[in-house]
T-cell receptor, first 112, second 114 residues
Framework: SQKIEQNSEALNIQEGKTATLTCNYT??????LQWYRQDPGRGPVFLLLIRENEKEKRKERLKVTFDTTLKQSLFHITASQPADSATYLC???????????FGGGTRLMVKP | DAGVIQSPRHEVTEMGQEVTLRCKPI?????LFWYRQTMMRGLELLIYFNNNVPIDDSGMPEDRFSAKMPNASFSTLKIQPSEPRDSAVYFC????????????FGDGTRLSIL
């Protein structure tokens, strides 16, 4: 069966360190993968998109990698700040129009 | 630009009542998505529309749920009759129709069925 797995346990890190979040998937062949941020009481907000033929994408302090052999994406926040504390969700297309399937999200807590 | 607008933000009602959730997508976006989010099941796609036409409603849990999009600027999700297990946060999102487009979410309706 199809699965998208993100670490359900919260990730706690110290301010200034690099946070690394993982998204693993099985029985998907996505053409692209997206990452979203969700704050309590708010809807998810789009951060980055990476295509299957791209190994890495960067935007300011964010970096995403996409390994279609390992079926994994890594999401990095460098020089993390308490304001980065949120839940981060990955989402895959499933080659069916522009639908996305979301992972369960990982909560990140950055402590000052 | 205004984002996706959902109403109401909160709804508390008794079991058996009809519930109607509303969504106004971003102007110019011709895809609209309804999701439900719970702790147990995460963010699940219920139904999506392209150009006001329902394309995939396989995520709609049962016949008690229905969704309409009478025009490009308005959609509703209706639950009739509501049950306690329908309690969740319901999100609407919109995007441009092409693949690879990011989805823009509203802030959701927190629904509690007593």
């Amino acid at each position: 069966s199809q699965k998208i797995e993100q670490n359900s346990e919260a990730l706690n890190i110290q301010e200034g360190k690099t946070a690394t979040l993982t998204c693993n998937y099985t029985n998907y062949s996505p053409a692209y993968l997206q990452w979203y941020r969700q704050d309590p009481g708010r809807g998810p907000v789009f951060l980055l998109l990476i295509r299957e033929n791209e190994k890495e994408k960067r935007k300011e302090r964010l970096k995403v990698t996409f390994d279609t052999t390992l079926k994994q994406s890594l999401f990095h926040i460098t020089a993390s700040q308490p304001a980065d504390s949120a839940t981060y969700l990955c989402a895959l297309d499933n080659n069916a129009g522009n639908m996305l399937t979301f992972g369960g999200g990982t909560r990140l807590m950055v402590k000052p | 630009d205004a984002g996706v607008i959902q109403s109401p933000r909160h709804e508390v009602t008794e079991m058996g009542q009809e519930v109607t959730l509303r969504c106004k997508p971003i102007s110019g976006h011709n895809s609209l998505f309804w999701y439900r989010q719970t702790m147990m099941r995460g963010l699940e796609l219920l139904i999506y529309f392209n150009n006001n036409v329902p394309i995939d409603d396989s995520g709609m849990p049962e016949d008690r749920f229905s969704a309409k999009m009478p025009n490009a600027s308005f959609s509703t999700l209706k639950i009739q009759p509501s049950e306690p297990r329908d309690s969740a946060v319901y999100f609407c999102a919109s995007s441009r129709e092409q693949k690879n487009q990011p989805q823009h979410f509203g802030d959701g309706t927190r629904l509690s069925i007593l």
